[in-house]
């Protein structure tokens, strides 16, 4: 599977951004897909996660509220919309797809895109 994440930016605060990570390779409808971030210091940390139908989300607390994901399998496209930005959201953020059974691990996700960078100025 090959994954290509897209959409990253500078962006005040408050402001919106919409992450876009392509997918070829594989039936894109059978993987479940998340987004991870990290930045500079930090473990990569999960943000949010989408079951293979988009029937089922998961997110971390702190984007709770303000960040949505969504999937087109039609498009082989995973979507990460994010409003309500914050210079703490500042971060390269990955999309990647799992193959184990914990959706916030790293560890249970295969195959990684090479990462977008947002960065959210105050």
């Known amino acids: 599977v090959q994954l290509q994440a897209s959409g990253g930016g500078l962006v005040q605060a408050g402001g919106s951004l919409r992450l876009s990570c392509a997918a070829s390779?594989?039936?894109?409808?059978?993987?479940?897909m998340g987004w991870f971030r990290q930045s500079p210091g930090n473990e990569r940390e999960f943000v949010a996660a989408?079951?293979?139908?988009?029937?089922?989300?998961y997110y971390a607390d702190s984007v709770k509220g303000r960040f949505t994901i969504s999937r087109d399998n039609a498009k082989n496209t995973v979507y990460l919309q994010m409003n309500s930005l914050k210079p703490e959201d500042t971060a390269v953020y990955y999309c990647?797809?799992?193959?184990?059974?914990?959706?916030?691990?790293?560890?249970?996700?295969?195959?990684w895109g090479q990462g977008t960078l947002v960065t959210v100025s105050s």
């Open positions: 989408i079951s293979r139908s988009g029937g089922s989300t």
């Open positions: 990647a797809s799992r193959s184990g059974n914990y959706y916030s691990l790293p560890s249970s996700y295969s195959y």
């Open positions: 390779g594989r039936t894109f409808s059978g993987l479940p």
